[in-house]
């Protein structure tokens, strides 16, 4: 898969998300309990390949991706086994600032992704800047 592959996947996804929000405002309880459910094994999926995929790649990329996994991998465990805990004893006022949080959390998880999108248009165009300076360099027979 090319560069340009992969950021159009990526863009393909960040609009399907938006478009699952929006519909989701719509939606009966029940099925966005199973949005819910569905997102999060797709998530789990593709960290998985995710991770495989950093695991395959030796060096830097490898220890980097680790460490941002192992940071992520804490937050999320820990934000979901607070609101676990938590869910049990909810009233409405409970439940209102429950969703002022979540919201915070994905408001939080766009800004990372946003950074993440940023760092990968970054590091796409510095390696095509570099496949470009090699084919320069092949030419002149450095």
Same mark, same amino acid.
Request: charged fraction near 35%; aromatic fraction near 6%.
């Given at each position: 898969?090319?560069?340009? /592959? ?11 998300? &938006?478009? *699952?929000?929006?519909?989701? !405002? =719509? /939606?009966?309880?029940?099925?966005? =309990?199973?949005? +819910?459910? @569905?997102? *999060?094994?797709?998530?789990? #999926? @593709?960290? /998985? !390949?995710? *991770? &495989?995929?950093?695991?395959? @790649? !030796?060096?830097? +990329? ?5 460490? +941002? !996994? #192992?940071?992520?991998?804490? /937050?999320? $465990? ?5 609101? &676990? ?21 994905? #408001?939080?998880?766009?800004?990372? $992704?946003?950074?993440?999108? &940023?760092?990968?248009?970054? *590091? +796409?165009?510095?390696?095509?800047? $570099? ?12």
């Amino acid at each position: 898969m090319t560069l340009s /592959d992969d950021l159009s996947k990526l863009a393909a996804r960040a609009k399907g998300a &938006e478009d *699952r929000f929006a519909a989701a !405002q =719509q /939606d009966a309880h029940a099925k966005l =309990q199973q949005d +819910v459910q @569905n997102a *999060r094994e797709s998530l789990h #999926k @593709n960290t /998985d !390949q995710l *991770r &495989e995929a950093a695991e395959a @790649n !030796q060096g830097k +990329v490898a220890a980097w991706w680790s460490g +941002v !996994q #192992k940071s992520w991998d804490d /937050d999320i $465990a820990s934000i979901r086994e607070d609101m &676990e805990s938590k869910k049990a004893k909810l009233d409405v006022k409970a439940a209102k600032l429950k969703a002022d949080d979540t919201e915070a959390e994905a #408001k939080f998880a766009i800004k990372y $992704a946003y950074w993440a999108v &940023e760092e990968a248009e970054y *590091r +796409v165009l510095d390696a095509a800047l $570099a496949r470009m300076d090699a084919e320069i360099m092949a030419a002149d027979g450095s």
